[in-house]
């Protein structure tokens, strides 16, 4: 039964959106007044401000962005821990967002009161890293430093599935991703590269953490390093957990949801 509504409904996508982006691309392919409709939608950007406990942040939601629109909706009820654990930071610190997105902790700490003196955000997403500068620049921040780069265990190619954020296109899956090729480095790397050092870490990156946390052997013995939160899968779990644990880290809190099928969690390590 279910799989014949799942037909009746990608029919239906067939029908409505099929013809609506058939006749666009006949437009754009046979007349020159196409470019109107460009025009007109290149002036359209929605630009919400929402409030995080109590601070006002603006947040650009292009229109076909749907996960952008419902996290920002959602924005202090999903991940509270990780919001406490940014109102326990000192005045001044550094604190390095992996996996910022469009800057959900990113943007928090920077705009809260006696918050970090400097953020090193990164991400590989290109429309989450053109997200996040849009938003940095719309609610004037000036101690963001963001990065559009890969990290891993250490400097090497690597290949990365972006999703598209369009839900219906002929010929493609509803929920699309494309293959994109890039290069890593580990935060040992980056470190001494950048002589930036973080007082915190947050690694949030949906199947890479292992990798990530592998290369950062270095970083956790600077006593400066004082927390890291990592949400971990059913598989990463168990070694990032024993990686901590050897370093001298332990789990201060820890909570697990369930998604898809899969059981993920947010773990957050102190030192000892």
């Not at 890291?228 to 990686?243: A, H, M, R, Y």
């Not at 332990?250 to 898809?260: H, N, P, Q």
């Amino acid at each position: 039964m279910m799989g014949n509504n799942r037909r009746s409904h990608r029919t239906f996508e067939d029908i409505i959106f099929g013809t609506i982006n058939t006749i666009l691309s006949k437009l754009v392919e046979k007349t020159n007044f196409s470019k109107r409709i460009f025009d007109f939608y290149g002036r359209i950007l929605p630009i919400p401000q929402t409030i995080v406990r109590g601070i006002p942040i603006k947040v650009i939601i292009p229109l076909n962005q749907v996960g952008v629109y419902n996290t920002m909706k959602s924005w202090e009820e999903r991940e509270p821990e990780v919001l406490d654990w940014i109102d326990s930071f000192e005045k001044g610190c550094t604190f390095f967002d992996i996996g910022a997105s469009f800057g959900t902790e990113t943007l928090y700490a920077a705009l809260k009161k006696d918050g970090p003196g400097k953020i090193v955000s990164f991400d590989l997403s290109l429309e989450s890293s053109f997200n996040l500068a849009y938003n940095i620049s719309l609610n004037n921040i000036n101690n963001v430093d963001q990065y559009f780069i890969a990290l891993s265990n250490r400097s090497k190619l690597i290949s990365f599935l972006e999703p598209t954020q369009y839900h219906y296109i002929k010929g493609r899956d509803k929920y699309d991703y494309l293959s994109l090729n890039t290069i890593s480095m580990s935060i040992d790397k980056f470190i001494n590269m950048s002589l930036l050092s973080p007082d915190y870490i947050k690694i949030d990156v949906d199947g890479p953490e292992q990798n990530i946390v592998s290369g950062m052997s270095a970083t956790v013995k600077n006593k400066r390093l004082k927390s890291v939160v990592v949400e971990v899968s059913d598989k990463s779990e168990l070694p990032i957990t024993k990686f901590f644990e050897e370093a001298g880290f332990k789990i201060k809190f820890e909570r697990a949801w369930g998604e898809e099928g899969k059981i993920f969690k947010n773990i957050i390590f102190t030192r000892k």
